[in-house]
C-alpha cells in the first residue's frame, strides 16, 4: 500500500514537473559571490536575458541573489557556475522561488507607512470583525490603541456564506475606518475580495488582506501583486502549507508588493473550536519563506475566551504579530460576536502578550550567544 | 462539552441570524393553491413590491410559488396567509432559498441545448484535463463520442498550485474545443476563473464550470449567474454541503442560469487517494435541492484503475450524470494523466455505466409503484 | 515545501525501515511454478527453516506461494530463484504481506458456515444496533430475513463513549441473538471489545466484529485471530486504508482466521452526515488484498434516507456484501435510531438492491469475455 | 441545510439521551454549602444511598460536592435543595461527570511520588522513543536530568502499525528505565497497551501511559484506573475533545487514579506535520476539566526543528507541562529519530521553557491581582 501511494504521488508529481519542464522548466536561482563586482553580475544578467529569461535581483545583507524566470531549460547548458563572481547556480525544485528562504536568506522586514513586521517585534492589528458605522470604528480604534495595537481592522467588504447575509459598508465603511485610524494615528488593515474594487481599497488601507476563501483565487493574487502595498495573504479554510507558500508566490512574482502569511486555522473534524489553529505554521513558513507570519487567534478558535491562551502561544511561536477581533459590545456586533474581546478581555491579553514579548526577545538573544 | 459546544454554536449561528434580521431578516416563500388565478398572483406580486420586495415566481407543475427577497421584516404583519388564491407563506431558516427544494418541489431539468440533464437520465461528460491543441482535443472527442459522452469536457484555462506551471491555451484552446466539439455533435463544458473572461468562454461553451477553488468566490458566482447559460458548480475542496447550496444561491438569485451541482471528492487525511469521494453528497443535494448533481470520479479518487468502480457508484447513488477525464496518451497528457482513462478503459467503463443506468430504469419504477 | 516534505515522509519511513532491517528485515515471498513438485517445494521450506524462519504456505489455485516470516537478512544471499521449482523470489516493501494480494493472488471466499462471502454474490447482515431482548432481536431476525439478509447483526457489548451510557446486555443478548438467528436459519456478527471475552462471543457468534474503536487494538486483533472464526474488522474512525491492511496482518499473521473488511466511513470536516462514506475504499482493498470487503451504509452515513442510495453505490463499487441496521421501530431503538431503517423502507432498500446485484453479474460477465 | 444538519444532531443526542434516561438518567451534583456539617452530608449520603445510588465525596478547598452515580431518576423527585446544608443540586448535561469543571471547581494537582503536575509549575517528561537497553536509557537519563526533567519516558511495549516491526523489550525494558530513573533521581513514565501487563508496568512506573489508539480502549481505561496511579491519557488521533473527557470519565468513575491529559496533535488533511497540534486543547481542557494536561510537541508536530517553538507555544497556552522525545543520536534512534532532540538541541529548548515560564509565572501573578 505504501509503496503504491508514493508511487502514485511520484506520478502526480511526476506529471506536473514533466509538464511544466515542457513550458517552463525549473527554476534557477544564481548566487553570486559577496565580492561579485556589478559589471560581474551585469555580465549573468544579460547572459540570462540573452536566453530569452526575465532576472529578479534581490540585493541581500550579505550578497546579491538574482531568481531566472521563464524556459530555464535553455540555460541548461550554460555554465554559470563558471562565470565570474558566481557563487553558486542552484535549480529550485520547489515550485515557489521567489517567497523562499532559498531566494532571500534575510528576513524580510515589512515596512507598513513606518510600522515595521518581521523585525523581531510583535505587531498587533486590532479591531472589529465589520464596520459598523463611524462611531463603532471609532471607539474599537480607542479601544485598539490603548492596548497597544497599531494597525486597525474591520471589513468593509465581507464575504459570506449566504448571499442573503451583511455584505458590508463598502466605500462608505473604508472612509470610515480611514478616518478612525488617522484619529488615533493607527495605520489600516482591510479585506478586497473583488478586482475591480483594488485601487479603492488600496486608496483607503495600508496593508491589502486577502480572505482565506480566496487564497487560491490566482486572478485576485496577481491583481493586489501589483499594487505595491503589503498584502496580508490567509491562509485557506483547508490550504495546505505548501499550497500558501505557492499563493505568495502568484503575488511576488508581480515583484512590487511584500506579504505577510496569516495562520487563522484550519478546517477539521473538531468542533469545540471554529477551526484548528496551526501554530506549527509559523516556525515552517520561517523555515520556507523569507516573508514575516501573524497569527489570527480570533478565527483560529472562534471563542472569545481561547483568543488569549493562543495569543500568547502564538508570541511564544516565533509570529511576528497578530490580529484579533475586539468590540465594545461582542453580543450585539453584527458579526463574528462569539470570538471577539471586549475592552477589559483584550487589555488584559495585551499585557500577557506583552511579558511574553519581552520574555521572546530574551529567548532571540540567547540564540544569538 | 458537548453542552457547551452547542451553546457555542448556537451562539455563532445566532449571531449570524440576528444580524441578517437586522439587515434582511428570514427570507419568505409564499406557496399559491393549484386554482389560483392569475390575479390572485399578481395581488400577492403587488403587495410584496409595495413593501419594497422583490419576487422570484417559479410556476412549478402543479402550483405557483414566489420567492421574496429583501427586507421581510416588513411584511411580518402582513396576513398572507388570508389572500385569496394563497396556500400557504412559510418563512425560510435555511440561509439559501431558490435553490431550495421547498421552493421548486419538482426535480429542473437543465436543458444543455438539446441535452437533457436531471430527467432521469444519465449524461456523461468526457475529455481531456487541458485542452492541448486541435489534434489532441478532436481525438478526444472521438473516444468521448464513440464510448457515448454527449458533452466535451477540457479546460482553456487552468487553476495552478503554482504560477509557473502551464495555465492553459486560452481563446485559442475554446476555439478548439468548440470546433471538436461541432465536428462531433457534442456539447462543451469548460471552466471560467476570471471574470472578465466570462464574456469570451461564454461566448464558446454550452456549460460554463466554477471550479473548486472557485465555489466561494462570490464576485464570479454572481457574475456566470447573469449569463443565462448552465452553471456546473463544483464542490469546494473542503466546502461542506451547506456551504455547495449558499454558493448555488449566489448564482439563483441572478434568476437566469440553472445550477448543475459537481461532487468532486473533498480534502479528508486520507492519502491512497487524491480526494475523499463524497457520493453521500448526491442523495443528500437532492433531498435539499431542485438542482440536478453530477459526479466526478477523475478527482474524486485521482486514481485510474478507481474511476470506473466509483463512476458505477455514482450512477447507483441517484447522479443525473458524470464527468470524466480521457486521454488518448495518460503517460503524456499535460496534466492529470495519472485519473485519466485510456479509450479501452473509458469505453469499458461506459459499458458497465450503461448496465448500470438501466438498472436504474428498472429501480425508478419501483418506486413508483 | 514538497521537496523538503518527502524529505521529512523519506526520512519517517526510512527510520521505520532501518529499524525493521535490523530487527525483522523486509519480508519475503517465494512463489513456486505451477508445475512445483512437492519435494521442491519441501527443499525450499527446509532451507528457510533451517535459516530460522518460519514459513506459511498458500496453496493457491494454480501455485503455491510460500511466506517466510522473521529475519529475512540472513537469506539475502541464498539464491532462492535458482532452487528447482522456484518461479520468483520477491521482498514486500509493504508492511503487510499475508493480506496482501500479491501473496494470494485469488479472491479468498470466507466461508461463514456455509454462508459464502467474496464468491462474487452479495451479503447482507441486518439487525439492530443493540440488542435490547429476545422479543426485539427475534422481530428484527424475522425483518432481516424478510428482506433477503442471511447474517443477523446486533452489539450485545457496546462501545460508547461515556461510561454511563448502556453498554449492552453482555452474555444474555449473546444467547438471544443466537436463538433468534437460529429460529430464522441465519447466522450471527457481533462485536468483541474485550479479550476476555473472546471465548465467549465465539461460542455464539459466527463471525467476531472488531469495532472502528479497536482497528488499532493490536492485543485484541492477535487474540481473535487465534480463534479460527471470521474477523469482520471494521476500519477505524480516522484509519488509513494502509494502516487497515496492517491491522488485518496482525489477524492474518495468527494464520486462523480469514478476514472481512468493513468500510464505514471515516471523520471528517463533514457535518451533513455522521461520517464520510468512503467508497473508493472498496477498489483499493481488492486491488491490495485477497481478503473480501462489505460496506456499512448505516454508520458511513448515520442518516437513515441515506442508506438505501448508499447500499446501493455500494453494490455497485464491487463490494462482497453490506452491513445495515434495522430496528422495527426506530424512533424507540436504544440507539442509532436515527440511521435505522423500519421495516419498509429495509425492504424497500432489499429490492433494489437486488437489481443492483444482477446487474453487476452483467457486468462482471463483461469482463470475463 | 443548518436546519436540518442540526435536527440531525439533535435527534442523535436525543437518542442517545433518552437511552441513558432509560438506563441511567443524567446524573447528578449535589453542591453542599461552605457551612455544611458533617451530619449534614451524611443525611445526603444516606438518603442518595438509599436510593440505590452510589455517592462519591469530593472535598474541596470551600465546601464538598457529593457526585450521584446511577439511576437518578428515582431521586428526581427528592427535594434535595431542601436539605439543610445543601447549596445547590444540579443534574450534569455533560456525559462525562467527575471529570468536569462543576464537580470539582480547583484545579488537581497530581502528585507523582513527590513531583507535583498543576500546581502551577512546568514539569518536563523527556526519554526516547523506546527503550533499546540499558545503556541507552542511561544515557538519555542523564540528558533528560541535565536539561531539567523530572520524568523519565520510554516505552517497553510499542504500538506498531505493522505486526513486523519492533515491538519494544518488554518487561526487560521496563526495568532498565527504572534503574535509570532511580540512578539520576527521576520518576518513570511508560505505556501499557494490554490489561494483562497493568500489575507489570505499574510496578515499574511512576505515571501509567494510555496512547493514542487507545483512547478509547474502554476496558484498558476501566483497568488502569483501578491501579491508584497517576494516568497520563493521550488524546486519541481524531479524538474531539468531547470523547477525551468522557474517555477519561472511565478511569475517574473508578475512584482511584488521578488523570494526566496529553495533548500529542491530530489527524488531518496537513502533511507538512506529522500530526496537527492542536494548542487550542489546552485552556478547552483546562475549562471543562480540573485534571492538568500537559502537551507532547514531539508526536504534535513530528519533525524535530519545530518541537522548540511548540514547547514554548505549549507553555504560553498554559499546560501543566510537557513530555518530548530525545536521543543522544537521533539518526540511529529505532524508532521516531527525525521528531527527537539531540542533546545540544534538547537543551537549547529547555533554556527558552524556563524563560517562558518564568513570564508565564509573572502572568499569573497579573490575573490574581
Given at each position: 500500500m505504501d509503496g503504491s501511494k508514493n508511487a502514485n504521488r511520484r506520478n502526480l508529481s511526476a506529471c506536473i514537473e514533466r509538464k511544466d519542464q515542457k513550458i517552463g522548466g525549473k527554476e534557477m536561482i544564481i548566487i553570486m559571490k559577496p565580492t561579485a563586482t556589478e559589471k560581474e553580475i551585469q555580465t549573468v544578467i544579460e547572459r540570462a536575458n540573452d536566453n530569452g529569461l526575465e532576472v529578479q535581483v534581490n540585493t541581500g545583507s550579505a550578497q546579491v541573489v538574482l531568481g531566472l524566470i521563464g524556459d530555464t531549460r535553455s540555460v541548461q547548458?550554460?555554465?554559470?557556475?563558471?562565470?565570474?563572481?558566481?557563487e553558486d547556480a542552484v535549480r529550485i525544485t520547489?515550485?515557489?522561488?521567489?517567497?523562499?528562504r532559498e531566494f532571500h536568506p534575510d528576513d524580510t522586514v515589512v515596512d507598513v507607512d513606518g510600522v515595521k513586521i518581521g523585525d523581531g517585534s510583535f505587531v498587533t492589528m486590532a479591531g472589529?470583525?465589520?464596520?459598523?458605522g463611524l462611531d463603532q470604528i471609532r471607539i474599537c480604534a480607542e479601544m485598539a490603541k490603548k492596548g497597544g495595537a497599531k494597525i486597525l481592522r474591520g471589513g468593509a467588504f465581507k464575504p459570506r456564506t449566504?448571499?442573503?447575509?451583511f455584505q458590508g459598508l463598502g466605500e462608505e465603511g473604508l472612509k470610515q475606518i480611514r478616518q478612525a485610524a488617522d484619529e488615533y494615528d493607527m495605520k489600516v488593515i482591510t479585506e478586497v475580495m473583488d478586482e475591480g474594487h483594488i485601487d479603492m481599497v488600496a486608496a483607503y488601507s495600508d496593508i491589502i488582506q486577502i480572505g482565506a476563501r480566496n487564497m487560491q483565487n490566482f486572478k485576485l493574487l496577481s491583481a493586489v501583486g501589483k499594487t505595491g502595498k503589503p498584502i496580508g495573504l490567509k491562509r485557506g479554510i483547508s490550504g495546505t502549507i505548501s499550497e500558501w507558500l505557492n499563493a505568495a508566490e502568484y503575488i511576488a512574482v508581480e515583484g512590487k508588493s511584500p506579504i505577510i502569511f496569516i495562520e487563522r486555522g484550519i478546517r477539521t473534524?473538531?468542533?469545540?473550536?471554529?477551526?484548528?489553529?496551526?501554530?506549527?505554521?509559523v516556525p515552517i513558513i520561517k523555515k520556507f519563506s523569507h516573508f514575516p507570519i501573524i497569527v489570527d487567534p480570533s478565527h483560529g478558535t472562534g471563542v472569545w475566551d481561547l483568543v488569549g491562551p493562543m495569543a500568547r502561544a502564538g508570541v511564544a511561536s516565533g509570529a511576528d504579530g497578530m490580529i484579533v477581533e475586539i468590540h465594545p459590545d461582542p453580543k450585539n456586533a453584527w458579526s463574528d460576536g462569539p470570538q471577539s474581546l471586549n475592552e477589559k478581555t483584550y487589555v488584559q491579553m495585551m499585557k500577557e502578550v506583552e511579558i511574553l514579548v519581552d520574555a521572546m526577545k530574551k529567548i532571540r538573544q540567547l540564540e544569538t550567544i
Open positions: 547548458d550554460v555554465a554559470f557556475k563558471s562565470y565570474d563572481g558566481v520547489n515550485t515557489y522561488k521567489l517567497t523562499s472589529p470583525c465589520s464596520i459598523e449566504s448571499p442573503y447575509a473534524y473538531e468542533t469545540a473550536t471554529r477551526n484548528t489553529f496551526d501554530l506549527s505554521a
